[in-house]
Structures are given as structure tokens and as C-alpha cells.
């Protein structure tokens, strides 16, 4: 028994369970590209599947809608594949376990790909369909949209002939999207020097915190896990002399991290007379580890109160304390690199003088992990004014000069300019008001969508953003509104027959 069969609409919902049958996290996308080709290939539509893995796939129009303007409808095929702490799922390898509660669709221990499986589900369905009035659709599905819209980057628009653009890349039902912050990504690498040193070994790991999507959710100021380790270990270094053996934390640049977690050696400790004690002997061990807890647990609940209204689960963890040889980054660069994570700014920079309640300028430190000698920080700006994003581009340029990392700036995307004339919306708008009774509210958003980048591909792309009700994208915790996808489902037919 398939565990959507019972939801409505049903050709929808058999469309996404069969997405979440097949592993499509970002960078992990060659298996959904493939299944979507087949499909087109099953129905004999055509389609045009690129080196890159977009795929586009056309559906003539219905009888009588052939003098009609083609829309294009477009989504995107990666998902931020994330999941809880122990587990048992290999997201590179493994189908999503989905979990229906009431109204709301879930995944077991993960995240659901609601962003953006549902665009994928509807556009099939619809393409799948008969018995409904439409134009030319022109399906769009691009790769690797959650790791800088790497896909729309390199998507070669020549097959298409719409001039109109519904991309279905929204979270809240009823809000047209009509303009969106330009962003891009940040690596910091930082290379060092590693040696052998003897001392107590252990494992610190700061966890339990919310996350979310680093454009809808950061106005939430919920805690960052690598910023918070980075306060951690700084907090360490002023009672020890430590070394860094590991760090890692986070999954994507563009998802808040909840969990960051370093190994660490510790040599020396700071002894009530405040003189540094080599850590020599059973005792000195245990006196070391109480004072390593002593400081962690401070600082835990510290964070508690901070916290306590916006990210009241965070934890801060020790484990794993034992005396060893451990191959450790030299201590200088292990202070200067404590030092870069903990100076790293988070969250938001300035809110819009225009849009009253609308963040202006963000960045978020999403992932760190050690390879090598190397560690390397991916953090993703946003700025809905290309001025104060390079300006802050330049920020993270000199904490890196300071510290002697590298820097590297990749997926960088237009935002998307408000456009006062669109003949779209203005369609759009009547037929959910017809529909619904009620007007839609137009919106622009701090998270980027890819329609800045494919408008800037096809000249004259009239562009809204539209999607269902889903909460806690890019988290364990994400899901999605089953009536509110129906309700978006509807309205997508009933937009299709008065375009």
C-alpha cells in the first residue's frame, strides 16, 4: 500500500511519493533527472534533458487553447537533505519514510523535499492529466537550486517560448511572490599545520536547535550551531591550552545549522592559582574534564536564557574524554581559527527602509568540515540591494585576510526587481479572487527564487511566485499542508484555463 494513496489530489500526491522514492538531495540528482526524462519519454513529450541534469518537458495545448500564450511552470529537484541526529536513513542512498498526520505530510527522521518536490509533483500531474484546458505548458525542473541555482545558471533557454513564468518555489499559500533578494556564496578555507600532541581528547557539540531556511527564517534569530561553537570553544581557550582536531557542522549554506561539533585535545588547564597545568596523571585528567564541563555547562545555560524565547532547545554537549595521541592543527592556527568561526557575523544586517518588516541584507554560516589540513566555511549572503551584499561580501573578505584563509564566492544570483506593470499578476490576482473570494497578497521575499536568473535569460519574462502552505523547510522538522496543497492544485487548473 503506498502511503499517500488516500490524499487528495491523488494524481499529485502519487507524483510526490514517487520523488520521495528516489534520493534527491543537492548534488545527488542524476536518479530524479533520469526518472523525469523517462516519464516525457513514456508519454511521448518533448523534452530536452541537459549535461548539467535540468530537464524541461512541453505539453502542447489543448484543443482550442493553441492561438493561447504558452506559460512556463517551473520548480526545482534538489531538496536540502537533512535529518535528526542517529537517523537510520542514508540520504544519498535512501527513499524518504513519509508520515501523515492530520493535514500535515512529514518524512520519518528528515527533512520532506516539499521544497521543492511539490513543483515537481504538480508539474507532472498536470502534464500527466487530460480533461482540463490549457496552453502550451513548458515545464522547467532545474538541479542544484539550494546550492547557489547552479542549474538555472546553465540552463539553456532556447527550447522555450513563454514569456510568462509561474515558478512554484513558495511556502505560504496566498502570497504571490512579485520580487526576491540577490545573493551568492561564500567559502573560507583555511589550511594549517598538523603535528602529533599527547593530552585529554574530547568532543564538544552544541545541538538542539530549531534551524530553518536562511531566507524565510532568519529574522527568527534562532541560534546558529557553528557560530555557537565557535563561542564555545573561545569561551575554552581562555581557561585551556587546546589544540583542534576536527570540526564539522551544518548541511547547507543556505539552512541555519542545528548541530556543530569539534574534537579537541587538551594539553594544559588553568588551575585555581590561574597558572596553566600540563595534564600529566589520573588526577590531573579528571580535574581537567570537570573543569572542561564546568565552563561547558555555564555557557549552556547562559545560552538557555538567551535563547529561552527563540531557541530554547540548544544544548551544548561533552563527550568522549579520554587521555590519547591525536593528530592536532598547529595551536597557533587552531587559536586563529577558533578565533575566525567565533568573529563570523550571523543573521540579519539591516531591514528595508521600503518594505516595513522585510529584511534588507543577511548571512548565515551554514557548514563547516574539516578535509585534510583544510577546513573550509560555507556562508550564504543575501541582499535585496547589490551595494550592501558586496559590501558584505568585503566584510568576510578581511575577517579572511585577517586570519590567512582563502576566499572564494561562487553561485552568485540577481535578485529579482518588482515589476509595478505585469500583466501576469494582474491575471493571477482575478482568478484567485474569483476563485476564492478573496485578493491574494503581493509580497517580495528575502529568500532567493530563480526567477531573477531566468528573467535575466529571457527578455521580458513576466514572473510570480506562488506554493502551499509548508513549514520549517530545510529542517527534520519540515512539512507541508495537505488542503493547502489541494487548494494551490485547483487554482493552478483553474489559472491554466484563463491564461
Given amino acids: 500500500m503506498r502511503a499517500l494513496e488516500h490524499l487528495e489530489p491523488k494524481n499529485v500526491f502519487y507524483f510526490f511519493e514517487e520523488i520521495c522514492r528516489i534520493p534527491h538531495g543537492s548534488g545527488n540528482t542524476e536518479g530524479i533527472s533520469n526518472y523525469l526524462a523517462e516519464f516525457a519519454r513514456e508519454r511521448k513529450l518533448e523534452y530536452y534533458q541537459d549535461e548539467a541534469g535540468n530537464v524541461i518537458i512541453i505539453k502542447e ?4 487553447y493553441e492561438n493561447h500564450a504558452p506559460v512556463m511552470l517551473q520548480g526545482h529537484m534538489d531538496m536540502v537533505a537533512v535529518k535528526e541526529p542517529g537517523a537510520p536513513i542514508d540520504m544519498e542512498k535512501d527513499g524518504l519514510k513519509l508520515v501523515v498526520d492530520g493535514d500535515r505530510l512529514m518524512a520519518d527522521g528528515t527533512s520532506l523535499g516539499g521544497d521543492d518536490g511539490i513543483a515537481v509533483a504538480y508539474g507532472l500531474a498536470l502534464l500527466d492529466g487530460t480533461g482540463y484546458k490549457h496552453p502550451r505548458i513548458e515545464l522547467v525542473i532545474t538541479v542544484d537550486e539550494e546550492v547557489g541555482m547552479d542549474g538555472a545558471r546553465a540552463l539553456d533557454v532556447t527550447p522555450l517560448k513563454a514569456k510568462q513564468l509561474v515558478n512554484l518555489d513558495s511556502e505560504e499559500e496566498g502570497i504571490f511572490l512579485s520580487s526576491c533578494a540577490g545573493g551568492a556564496r561564500v567559502d573560507l ?3 594549517s599545520e598538523i603535528s602529533i600532541q599527547r593530552g585529554v581528547s574530547c568532543e ?6 530549531q534551524g530553518g531556511h536562511s531566507g524565510e527564517e532568519i529574522h527568527r534569530e534562532r541560534g546558529n550551531a557553528i557560530c555557537l561553537l565557535g563561542r564555545t570553544l573561545n569561551r575554552l581557550l581562555e581557561k585551556m591550552e587546546l589544540y583542534l582536531v576536527d570540526v564539522k557542522g551544518g548541511v547547507a549554506d543556505n539552512a541555519i545549522p542545528v548541530q556543530a561539533k569539534a574534537k579537541i585535545l587538551i594539553t594544559k588547564y588553568e588551575k585555581e592559582d590561574g597558572l596553566l597545568q600540563a595534564v600529566r596523571g589520573e588526577d590531573m585528567e579528571k580535574e581537567c574534564i570537570l573543569l572542561l564541563k564546568t565552563v561547558c555547562e555555564k555557557l ?9 524565547d527563540k531557541d530554547s532547545g540548544v544544548r551544548i554537549e561533552v563527550s568522549t574524554c579520554k587521555t590519547e595521541d591525536e593528530e592536532v592543527i598547529d595551536r597557533e592556527e587552531s587559536k586563529i581559527l577558533i578565533s575566525l568561526i567565533n568573529s563570523l557575523p550571523y543573521g540579519v544586517q539591516a531591514m528595508s527602509r521600503d518594505m516595513p518588516g522585510m529584511v534588507e541584507t543577511s548571512l548565515n554560516p551554514g557548514q563547516i568540515f574539516m578535509e585534510g589540513k583544510r577546513v573550509s566555511i560555507g556562508i550564504s549572503v543575501r541582499s535585496a540591494l547589490e551595494s550592501a551584499k558586496i559590501a558584505l561580501i568585503g ?3 578581511s575577517l579572511a585576510y ?4 582563502d576566499m572564494e564566492v561562487t553561485g552568485v ?3 529579482w526587481a518588482y515589476r509595478k506593470d505585469s500583466p501576469l499578476r494582474s491575471r493571477m490576482v482575478e482568478v484567485y479572487k474569483n476563485l476564492y473570494q478573496k485578493e491574494p497578497e503581493i509580497r517580495a521575499i528575502h ?4 526567477c531573477g536568473l531566468l528573467a535575466d535569460k529571457i527578455s521580458g519574462l513576466d514572473c510570480v511566485s506562488i506554493g502551499p502552505d509548508m513549514k520549517n523547510i530545510h529542517t527534520a522538522k519540515e512539512e507541508l499542508s495537505i488542503s493547502s496543497a489541494g487548494r494551490v492544485w485547483n487554482y493552478l487548473i483553474q489559472l491554466l484555463e484563463e491564461l
Avoid: M, T, W
Wanted: with cysteine; hydrophobic share 45%; proline share 3%.
Fill in 300 to 308: 549552556d545555560q547562559e545560552l538557555k536564557i538567551e535563547l529561552a
Fill in 395 to 397: 566584510r568576510l573578505e
Fill in 61 to 64: 495545448a489543448s484543443a482550442g
Fill in 204 to 209: 564538544i557539540n552544541v545541538c538542539g536547535l
Fill in 189 to 191: 578555507h583555511f589550511d
Fill in 447 to 450: 529568500a532567493g527564487v530563480e
Fill in 402 to 405: 585577517l586570519a590567512g584563509a
Fill in 413 to 415: 544570483y540577481p535578485g
